[in-house]
């Protein structure tokens, strides 16, 4: 983990009608960085990710990626985007392609990449989430937790320079979020930058430089996971963490 | 059935069904391709696509066939000059495609349309987020697996189509209920036969087109 930002959000606001999704939220996540969201449910933790790719678009504050802020829409978003995977709740796997083409779609379309070399590239990402004997199966075909290693290999296709994830576990069968969460580690030490939305609270304590506790849309408290676990410094992370870890 | 051994008559009605077949193919085509340019202006963010394709599906839909073909001739044709060639009967047949593929867009734009709703936002959203632009978004993820959702219903359509093709006889060309109407005036003896034949054939090459449309949807359908 270097010193030098990658993703910064300086007092950024949103609001879904009258709700306050985001109150004022300043957050410097630094190249290498792995920082762990987590708070209450409707705390504004997902829409915080989805902001930093503007698949949901801010209403005040400012987002800036890799020294540049966030373009508005059309092209120059569309490759900043390409720079930031992400990896979603539901999957999302495209439905009507094979695994296979999952991986390789997004260099070859955006990137306008030659198939050859991005085929050996995706067959070797999907080697490594453990899925390469599936490549010509269908998402359907195959279960939650694999799907999700998939769209790891997807977003990884990019070779972006920062990963999303927006409660990439929260979707499985308990005895699948492990192997998930297995990739999601070696990821973190290999020093992908990640900002990971999430109620593992083991993966955060194992995997994450820093954690964050959003409550009510806004960042309440933050620190290194050891610290943050062992003294919450706020009354709401104390409250959330005695819910959470008492059984 | 002496009527159809006498290869004039059989002539006639050959060149009935031929133009009705190419009518429906030519048509199916068209109306293919402007309605799903069409479904992707209503879906698009930019206000005076949506409003132009509104306004299309709306004029359209809600326009007898017969009143568009008649413009298509007595409107383009006639009035404004425009013809394709100058063969009168292959301009007529060009123009009832005019007709036919415009009338027909509206109803292949709403069908793809709740195809497109099917699609899960997800799937836009995941293309979105590696970087596709809006228009490969929609050509590469959503429409591929809305059309797929729609193979049953553009068969329907398809099928309303080679039906309605009978009212570009309405400008003079000689496609089946014209060549009907021609056989029935010339024997009156034989109307019930006639007229049998003629529902007959399109009800041989409808049937099994809506059971073949309805197998292509089972075997194409996205698996999700």
Avoid at chain 1, 130 to 138: C, S, T, V
Avoid at chain 1, 210 to 237: C, H, I, S, Y
Avoid at chain 2, 98 to 108: D, E, K, P
Avoid at chain 2, 151 to 169: D, F, Q
Wanted: proline share 5%; glycine share 8%.
């Amino acid at each position: 983990m270097s010193d030098e930002a990658l993703i910064v959000l300086d007092q950024v606001n949103k609001y879904f009608g009258p709700l306050h999704v985001l109150d004022d939220v300043s957050l410097t996540v630094a190249k290498g960085e792995v920082v762990v969201v987590i708070g209450p449910s409707g705390s504004g933790k997902s829409t915080l990710c989805r902001a930093i790719n503007r698949l949901e678009p801010i209403n005040s504050g400012t987002i800036t990626f890799d020294g540049k802020p966030l373009p508005a829409e059309g092209r120059p978003l569309a490759r900043l985007r390409s720079e930031v995977g992400m990896v979603f709740q539901s999957f999302n796997l495209f439905a009507h392609k094979t695994i296979l083409q999952n991986v390789m779609l997004g260099p070859i379309k955006v990137r306008k990449e030659k198939p050859a070399a991005v085929r050996d590239r995706a067959m070797s990402l999907l080697d490594r989430v453990g899925i390469g004997n599936q490549a010509d199966k269908y998402p359907a075909q195959l279960s939650g937790g694999q799907q999700q290693r998939v769209a790891i290999a997807r977003a990884l296709a990019m070779q972006p320079k920062a990963l999303l994830f927006d409660e990439p576990t929260s979707a499985l069968d308990p005895e699948m979020v492990g192997e998930v969460l297995d990739v999601m580690t070696s990821l973190a030490k290999e020093g992908m930058t990640m900002v990971v939305v999430t109620h593992e609270m083991g993966f955060a304590r194992h995997a994450a430089n820093r954690v964050v506790f959003m409550a009510d849309g806004q960042l309440v408290e933050q620190a290194p996971p050891a610290e943050f676990f062992a003294n919450p410094k706020t009354d709401r992370a104390r409250d959330f963490l005695s819910k959470i870890l008492t059984h | 059935m002496d009527v159809f051994s006498d290869p004039l008559n059989r002539d006639v009605y050959i060149t009935g069904f031929l133009w009705i077949l190419k009518l429906t193919l030519a048509g199916g085509v068209g109306a293919l391709v402007l309605g799903v340019v069409l479904a992707a202006m209503r879906v698009s963010p930019v206000p005076v696509l949506r409003g132009f394709g509104t306004a299309w599906v709306n004029i359209f839909r809600n326009t007898p066939l017969t009143l568009i073909i008649f413009f298509c001739y007595f409107g383009l044709f006639s009035t404004l000059g425009f013809s394709v060639v100058d063969d009168i009967d292959l301009n007529n047949f060009w123009l009832g495609v005019i007709g036919l593929s415009v009338y027909t867009a509206a109803f292949v734009c709403e069908a793809i349309r709740s195809g497109i709703n099917t699609v899960p936002a997800g799937q836009a959203e995941a293309a979105r987020a590696i970087g596709m632009t809006f228009i490969q978004t929609l050509t590469i993820i959503v429409l591929p697996q809305a059309g797929r959702a729609v193979i049953a219903p553009l068969g329907s359509i398809l099928i309303a189509l080679c039906k309605n093709s009978t009212i570009v006889g309405t400008i003079g060309l000689m496609e089946s209920s014209n060549a009907m109407k021609d056989l029935i005036n010339a024997n009156g003896n034989a109307v019930i036969p006639i007229f049998l034949v003629f529902a007959g054939t399109f009800a041989i090459v409808l049937i099994p087109t809506g059971y073949g449309f309805g197998w292509l949807a089972n075997r194409l359908a996205v698996k999700r």
